[in-house]
């Protein structure tokens, strides 16, 4: 199915350790986002990309990297966990709509 | 700093009652608008949103919503709530040019009460 495609679903990480998620959509969009929801807290945009090889920071970047190597690729990266990384992480692509990926539910302990 | 704002982080109505969930934006230019909804431990799943055409936008499940410029506002209704449509909403500005940057709001809970 077209759409938007996150890995992996879960993951438990210790403090400390490092993980990439990897966001895929096959829409050709140029625009592609980075978030984490937190209870009351909506969705907040961590970072962001305007097209392949371009990235930029949105509202909660720290501790955190992003890489668009490829148009139909965005990776996030933690380099360093943290419990304050816990917390549950969409993907969106952007076109005629804004469409999300099903989440990563991120656990670090 | 273009940023989304919604009203009440918590509606109730009843079976049958009228939907209004409340989004205003802040941009200096009519930015792509949309509506999301989304149910316990599952994604998003868009609405509806508005692009510049029509300012009364049709979405999915019955829910519709208007674009006043005027009012910076695109509020979200739906006519005669289900109890199906209890769910998180969240309304999102995406602005134009060359910085596509999209912004949520923190979101709005609805309970719908049989």
């Avoid at chain 2, 969930?21 to 431990?41: A, D, G």
Wanted: hydrophobic share 35%; charged share 15%.
């Amino acid at each position: 199915n077209a759409g938007v495609t996150q890995t992996p679903k879960f993951r438990v990480l210790k403090t400390g350790q490092s993980m990439t998620l990897l966001c895929a959509q096959d829409m050709n969009h140029e625009y592609m986002y980075w978030y984490r929801q937190d209870p009351g807290m909506g969705l907040r945009l961590i970072h962001y990309s305007v097209g392949e090889g371009t990235t930029a920071k949105g509202e909660v970047p720290d501790g955190y990297n992003v890489s668009r190597l490829k148009k139909q690729n965005f990776l996030l990266g933690l380099e360093s966990a943290a419990p304050s990384q816990t917390s549950v992480y969409f993907c969106a692509s952007l076109g005629r709509g804004a469409f999300f990926g099903q989440g990563t539910r991120l656990t670090v302990v | 700093a273009q940023s989304v704002t919604q009203l009440g982080s918590h509606v109730s109505v009843s079976e049958g009652a009228l939907v209004l969930l409340r989004c205003n934006y802040s941009s200096s230019v009519p930015p792509y608008l949309f509506w999301y909804v989304q149910y316990p431990n599952q994604g998003l799943q868009l609405l509806l949103k508005y692009t510049s055409a029509a300012t009364l936008v049709k979405g999915i499940n019955g829910f519709e919503a208007e674009f006043k410029k005027s009012e910076t506002s695109f509020h979200l209704t739906k006519p005669s709530a289900h109890m199906s449509d209890a769910a998180e909403y969240f309304c999102a500005a995406a602005s134009g040019g060359s910085n596509y940057k999209l912004t949520f709001g923190k979101g709005t809970l609805l309970t719908v009460n049989p």
